[in-house]
Structures are given as C-alpha cells and as structure tokens.
C-alpha cells in the first residue's frame, strides 16, 4: 500500500509524451477515486459521530443544533439518568448473561456437531445434514409464533432458559466448523486414537484446540448475534426483570416507557449498547474482515 | 439414507484407510455420532422443527391465545385463516395487501440498491494501490456489526422532523419531510408533480389483495424510504465483504490477459470481473431478498407500522395479529404466506440466473475461436497500452500487498 507502489507501470524508454500524458490522467483519477471514497466515509461514520456528540447535549439543544458535532454544554444528564434513575444497568447484565451463555453453548454444541458431521461415519449422517440445510432455510421471522408456543409449552417463558437454550445451536455455525473440521488432516487423529483415546478425548484434546481461528470466527458470529438478538426476545418472555438491552432500548425508543423525544437519552442508550459489539470488532478486526461468510442483518 | 451416498468424495479413500474393521469401531463411532449430534437435534428440533408443525396446526385453527393450542377447545378451521387473509376483502384482507405493498417497494429498492453500492465499495477498496483501504472498510462495514435496534434509533433522531438530515437540507434552503409521519407514499408525490393527483377510473376501481391498484402504485411512503436508506446504509458494509472476498479470488493472471489484450478499466470490470462474480452476486441477491422480505426489528423500534399503516410490514402484521390482537391463527397463516413467498422468490431467481449463466458462455464458445484478442479488445479501438492504468486499477505487476 506504499506510495511507489501506487506509480505507473514500467516507463518505456522512447515514449515520454504518452507516459506523462498517462501520468497525468492517473493522478485525476486518483483524486476523484479519494474524493468519492472520502464522501462515502463521511456519510458512514458521521452518524455514529452525531450520535455520540448529541448524547452528550441537552434536550433543548439536540433538537435546535442537530447538525454540531461538539455540544455547546455538555451535559452527561443522559448518561446519569440512564445509570442512576432507570432499568438500563439491568437490561445491560441480562445481555451480558444471555450472550455470554449462549456463546459458549454454541461453540460447544455446534463444534460437537460439526466434528460429528465431519469426521465421524454412522449411518443417518446424510439424513441429519440433509434436515440441517432444509432447517436453515427457515426464515426467522416465521419463527416468532411457533417459537412462542413451544417455549410456552415446555414450560420456560419467562425464564433465563427461554432466553438462552433456543439460541444455543444454530446451523450456519455446525457448518463453519463443519467445514474447518474436515481441512483438518485425519492422521492427526488417527495417532490419538491409537494412544488410546477415545472420541470425546481426540474431539476435545486433539481436534478442537487446533480449530482455534474457527472457533474465534464462531465466538465473534454469537457474541455479535446474541447481543444484537431481539426478535427471539420479546417473544420469550415479558418479565421486566428479563428484558435485554435490545428489548429495553427498542422500548425506550417506541416511547413506551417514556414521554416526549428525549433523543439525548435514547442516542446514549443506543451508543452503549455499541460498545461492547465495537470493542469485539476493533479487536478482531482483521479475522472480520476476511471472513466471507458474516451473519447478515436486514 | 445411508452415509454412503451424501458423503463427500473424499471419505471412501479415509475409510479404507482406517486401521480398524467395519465391526465394534463401526458400532462405536455411530454411538459417539449422535451422541455428539444430541445436544444440537434436541435444541433445532425442539425450537426449529416442532414449532413450524406447531404453528402450522395453529394457522388451521381458531386458537384465540388462551390455554394450549392442542387443547380440545381449539378446533380445526382449515384454510379459513388464509382464505380471510387472501381473499376476504375485509380489513385483514387490506391491511395485509397493505404490508405486501409495503414490502415490496422495500424490496424492489433495497436489494438491487444494496447490492449494486456493496459491489461499488468492494472494488473501490480492493485497490492495491490505495491509501488507507482498512480505514475505509471499517467505516463502510461498521454499521453491519451494530444492533439494529441502536441503527434504528439513530435513525429516528437523524430524521426527525428537527433532526440532522431536515437541519442539513435547511443549510441547502430545502425543507426536508417530516420523515417518519409522513404516509404520501413517493410515487403519488411524483405523480402530483406531474399533474396527476385523483386516481383515473381503473385504477381506483379494481384492485388486488382488498387495496386498489392506484394504492399499489403509491411507492414506499416518505417513512418508508427513511427505512430503505437505513437498510442500504446497514447491509452493504457486509455484502461489500462478500464482493470483497470474492474479488480477492480471481486470479490476477485473468486481470493481466485482459490489461494484455487492452481492455479498459470499465471493459476489464464489465467482460471479466463482473461474470466471474456472478455466484457472489447470486447469493447477495438472495440473501437480500430473504432478509428484505422479514424487515421486522426497524419496525418495532421505530414506527410501529405507522403512519397510516404505510410501514406496517408482514413480518411486523403477522408480530402484532398474535401477539397484540391474539388473532394467532391468522399470525401465523401470515408467517407462512412469508415463508412461501420467500421460498418461491429464491427458486425462482436460482432458475432466472442459471438460465443466463448458459447462455453468455454459449456465445463465448462461439466467438473466441473467430477472434480471440478482439473480442475483448472489442470498441477499445486504441493501442493496447492506453487503455491499461485506466482509471487508477492496480496494474497486475504491482506486488500484492494485502
């Protein structure tokens, strides 16, 4: 990405005036290529700016001076009201215990499964895959109604377990380690196996430590999905005491819970509620980003 | 179905290969299997399989919320709920053609915008050459990874009626919209500019799904288009990734044969990159239209379905008929309109693009052995090495510096 590497290709000797010609045109197109890229961040960053700036404004000021990106007072009213005089530190330990759980149930179960799948031979295997692509083209949404009433019937709404068990297996993540299992070299196994171990030890001991980048991809797809889960929550329950920080702020945000914009308190909210999903990303940035295979949001 | 037959091409090789006999290992490894398998059958099916049966029996049946739907109580209405629905003409009848119009204007922007800016991003910054290419990813891919209840309310500040975007057209002396109440649906607008304000006889008189045509033709209410911004502005940071990968596998020897035979810039995107990613393209496509057809979350938190109904979406119609209305029966035939709809949608573009894909490599087949280098050369008309830094593309001798 160094500046020589940006410069025309090889000079011919004899052909100057084409060359300079060339040059000349490129260094246009390299400005208008920056000048659109930089107007298009612009419009994707600024709004997380407007968003942090206007949380930390007063309510009257939010509504006449929309567009500042620096508060004319600074006011952390927003933030204490959220932390001091409301449910917000609740809902955000809710989300914390929902996502934690659910993400290491899933790289758990979906790694079991994904190893059964890969490596181990028993008839009925076919069948099981073949039912778990057929499942994953259920869309979510056709799901809230009959997931409502099997919850109910099992008998864990309102519960921790209704929140937390419908989300521990999910068939996008058996397949990427499906997938990372099955580049796995067998022989690898196969000395395990004759020093004696048995399926579960060669899975656990073996196979799953060197399944480190799947497993780092999986935990980042269910951090990621279950902190921004919302749909699944507010069928699984209506107990205050169990809302969840989507739940709760999409509640805040409907003013259901509040009079008036209060736009100050809603940005804060919703720029919380970023956090941990941004730190999560900025860290693994790279892993991210060559990842093909993302969970796509609508 | 035994393993033989869906097992991959490779496993007979590994299974001759194994030290062990087909006997006890063999007993074994199908106990470990689904022992393995359990936790993750119990968990799908208990949440995935038996709660679409479930809500099958439900939309066939009068349950009004109370009690057990597989109580004896509840009885067996047959398809009454997705006659009402499709056929009634009553309100249940207009406000799910209403939540169809809704969705589909929604769709019929969203997707072709989305992915067309998501290809637009990933070739900007798959550029060897440029300055700053991780910058711009994660500005361009940062609105995917947040909620999108915390976008949503974003969103609602920034168009409120005194929100950013109304105080930026202001600077521009426009009075903006007052986004979120507004229900004039954009094409109606267009058409009142145009002097046509009163539907003409045909229109107002016949309709589809109990809202008449001229309603079909109102276009994504001025709410609604503040919805399509925010879903092109959340969803094509992460197709722009699937484009990304998929530009970053297509060889650069391909890219070097096209500079070779002096393509242009725009000749080299359009007559190599752009066929060689047509499977990505493919599974944009698709996935936009599987999520574009559950908007449900923007919903919740933002408008509810309103004003006017004009944001109401199926996703959100078949929410709130259950769980507001206790109309659960109708819920869920609703869910299931959706689920077929989006069903028919994927097939139907899976059989729309493979009919293309035969026939460009048929007209290949025919042309190359004519006229090999012309043919991509094609209008260049110039020199071959005019044609070759074009518009700033990072000429194949560069080094790879990803």
């Known amino acids: 990405m160094s500046a020589t590497t940006a410069l025309p290709a090889p000079a011919r000797p004899g052909a100057p005036a084409p060359r300079a010609r060339r040059s000349n045109r490129r260094v246009v197109a390299t400005s208008f290529t920056y000048a659109v890229l930089v107007v298009l961040a612009v419009l994707y960053v600024y709004p997380f700016l407007i968003q942090v700036a206007t949380s930390f404004k007063t309510d009257a000021e939010a509504a006449q001076n929309a567009v500042s990106l620096i508060p004319q007072t600074w006011s952390t009213a927003a933030y204490e009201r959220l932390f001091l005089r409301s449910d917000f530190p609740l809902w955000f330990r809710n989300s914390v215990i929902v996502t934690v759980v659910v993400t290491l149930g899933r790289v758990f179960i979906n790694s079991l499964a994904g190893y059964a799948l890969a490596r181990l031979r028993f008839r009925g295997r076919g069948l099981v895959f073949a039912g778990l692509v057929a499942v994953m083209a259920v869309p979510n949404v056709v799901l809230l109604i009959p997931k409502f009433l099997v919850i109910k019937q099992v008998g864990i709404y309102n519960s921790f377990a209704g929140l937390i068990v419908p989300l521990l297996a999910d068939a996008a993540g058996i397949f990427i380690m499906k997938n990372f299992f099955e580049s796995i070299p067998p022989s690898v196994e196969e000395a395990a196996r004759l020093d004696g171990a048995g399926t579960f030890r060669v899975f656990w001991s073996v196979v799953l430590p060197m399944a480190r980048p799947a497993v780092v991809t999986l935990v980042i797809l269910s951090f990621q999905g279950s902190w921004n889960e919302l749909s699944h929550f507010i069928v699984a329950s209506q107990d205050p005491d169990l809302v969840t920080l989507t739940k709760g702020v999409a509640q805040l945000a409907s003013g259901q819970l509040s009079q008036g914009t209060q736009y100050p308190l809603k940005l804060a909210a919703a720029a919380i509620m970023t956090v941990p999903v941004a730190v999560l990303f900025f860290v693994f940035q790279k892993r991210i980003m060559n990842q093909s295979a993302g969970a796509v949001k609508e | ?402």
């Open chain 2, 1 to 402: 179905m035994s393993a033989a037959v869906t097992s991959p091409a490779s496993a007979p090789v590994r299974r001759r290969r194994r030290p062990h006999g087909p006997g006890s290992a063999r007993g074994r490894a199908a106990a470990s299997g689904w022992l393995f398998l359990a936790p993750m059958l119990v968990i799908l099916g208990l949440f995935l399989v038996v709660p679409v049966l479930m809500a099958l029996w439900v939309s066939m049946s009068d349950w009004t919320g109370r009690g057990s739907p597989l109580s004896s109580d509840v009885s067996f209405v047959g398809v009454e709920n997705y006659r009402s629905l499709l056929l009634g003409g009553g309100l249940a009848t207009q406000d799910f053609g209403t939540a169809m119009r809704n969705n589909a204007y929604y769709v019929l922007l969203v997707v072709p915008l989305q992915t067309a800016l998501a290809l637009f991003l990933a070739t900007m910054v798959n550029r060897r050459a440029l300055r700053g290419r991780g910058f711009f990813r994660t500005a361009f891919y940062f609105p995917s990874v947040t909620s999108s209840v915390a976008i949503t309310v974003l969103w609602l500040f920034l168009f409120s009626a005194s929100g950013t975007i109304n105080a930026i057209l202001a600077r521009l002396s426009i009075s903006g919209p007052n986004w979120f109440n507004d229900p004039r649906g954009v094409l109606h607008l267009l058409l009142g500019a145009a002097g046509l304000d009163t539907a003409p006889e045909s229109l107002a008189q016949h309709g589809f799904l109990g809202i008449p045509l001229w309603e079909w033709l109102a276009g994504p209410s001025v709410a609604m288009s503040a919805l399509i911004l925010l879903a092109i502005f959340t969803t094509s940071g992460t197709f722009m990734l699937l484009f990304l990968a998929a530009l970053q596998a297509i060889s650069s020897e391909v890219e070097e044969a096209a500079v070779m035979d002096g393509a242009t810039a725009w000749q080299r995107f359009r007559r190599v990159t752009l066929p060689m990613l047509r499977p990505t393209v493919f599974t944009v496509v698709t996935l936009g239209l599987i999520g574009t057809w559950q908007v449900f979350d923007q919903i919740y938190t933002g408008t509810q379905g309103g004003p006017a109904k004009t944001t109401i979406t199926p996703a959100y119609l078949s929410y709130s008929a259950a769980f507001q209305n206790n109309q659960w029966g109708r819920g869920a035939a609703i869910a299931f309109v959706l689920f077929a709809i989006i069903v028919l949608l994927t097939v139907l573009q899976r059989l729309v693009l493979r009919e293309r894909d035969t026939v460009p490599r048929r007209k290949r087949f025919y042309r190359t052995p004519a006229a090999p280098p012309a043919a991509l050369a094609g209008t260049a008309g110039t020199a071959p090495a005019a044609g070759a830094p074009g518009t700033g593309t990072a000429s194949p001798t560069e080094g790879d510096h990803r």
